[in-house]
């Protein structure tokens, strides 16, 4: 039995939380065994909504033991690993300290805010010889796993171009308005458009260059919107683009368009469909679960195995966040290309 604690109870712990609970009630081999915030209010509150459907609605604790303080929740509980949905900022400071006292580590993504804290993380991982896994959950979610294995499958021939977009309202719930924060979320940029940013990492690898163009419209906060060119040797166009401050009755939207030598994916609002060169369009069948539970699912068939998780290494989204930061700094300075590898 894998005996789990979860750090933080926002928006996305809560996602985290019912997606244990149903692990649980499944007879799946893991046990919610505590659940640490260090706002005490969120233990009473039942909903904290965000923009997106996390399945966290509504709040059962049952009898797991409750912490504000996740070192004394270390300390005093025989634990396998922890799960970190916290704040941006904490990421690294509380993957380390887990890392260091023996425990396995599935943390939310991004993976932190510089590139030199994720290398801090990996010599964490390296030195305790534990599991460290960044929750990059487009790696698995049902559409984007299709465009994956298309992209490497080659089904339609090579990628000719590729667009992405999530955008959606301006983020208004967070603990102590942390989001609107640039030094403790990176803006727009790092907690949101990286999703984009991981994928085209995911399908494509480390691109030669990046152009940014990015606007701040909440002061203090960052960049609000952003526009991203990814350059490659073979030429294809890849693109990457996410605004939230889009409010008003929008919602919030995911989507992409990636066209092949033969054929076109598109993901809308209505689910994704194939568009094949010479034949009829169709909806591929899929999963039915989102990317949450299946990365949590993920995560522990790794752990029960004793195998290291190769579809979302610490590497890998190390990777990310060098070209996350390329972009910051192209749009910083206006410059035209930035490499990222040398970030």
């Known amino acids: 039995m894998l005996k789990v604690a979860l750090i933080g109870l926002g928006g996305m712990g809560r996602g985290h939380l019912a997606n244990y609970q149903r692990l649980m009630a499944e007879g799946y081999p893991v046990q919610l065994v505590a659940v640490c915030d260090i706002d005490e209010a969120k233990f009473r509150k039942n909903d904290i909504a965000i923009n997106i459907e996390t399945g966290g609605e509504g709040l059962e604790l049952g009898d797991v033991k409750l912490y504000t303080d996740y070192k004394q929740m270390i300390s005093e509980l025989d634990l396998d690993y922890v799960d970190t949905p916290l704040p941006t900022y904490e990421h690294a400071k509380a993957a380390i300290y887990a890392l260091d006292h023996g425990l396995h580590v599935l943390c939310e993504k991004p993976m932190a805010l510089t590139v030199e804290q994720c290398k801090e993380m990996i010599a964490a991982r390296d030195r305790s010889g534990k599991t460290l896994m960044i929750a990059q959950c487009l ?22 171009s590729a667009y992405f977009f999530r955008g959606g309202s301006t983020p208004m719930w967070s603990f102590n308005n942390w989001l609107q924060k640039k030094e403790l979320s990176g803006g727009v940029l790092l907690d949101q458009h990286v999703h984009d940013v991981d994928t085209i990492n995911w399908l494509f690898g480390m691109p030669d260059s990046v152009c940014c163009l990015a606007k701040n419209v909440i002061p203090g906060s960052g960049y609000d919107a952003v526009s991203t060119q990814y350059f490659y040797p073979d030429g294809k166009v890849v693109n990457a683009q996410d605004d939230w401050t889009i409010n008003g009755d929008f919602g919030f939207e995911m989507i992409f368009r990636v066209n092949f030598e033969r054929g076109c994916l598109v993901l809308s609002r209505q689910g994704l469909t194939v568009y094949p060169v010479g034949a009829p369009a169709f909806v591929p ?6 990317g949450y539970y299946r990365e949590i699912r993920y995560f522990l068939n790794c752990l029960e195995k004793g195998l290291s998780p190769d579809r979302c290494t610490p590497e890998s989204t190390m990777d990310t966040i060098r070209i996350a930061s390329a972009e910051q700094r192209s749009a910083d300075t206006g410059s035209s290309r930035v490499n990222p590898a040398a970030q």
């Open 139 to 160: 790696r698995f979610w049902p559409a984007y796993e299709t465009l994956k294995a298309y992209v490497d499958e080659k089904t339609y021939g090579e990628v000719t």
């Open 285 to 290: 069948d899929l999963p039915a679960d989102d």
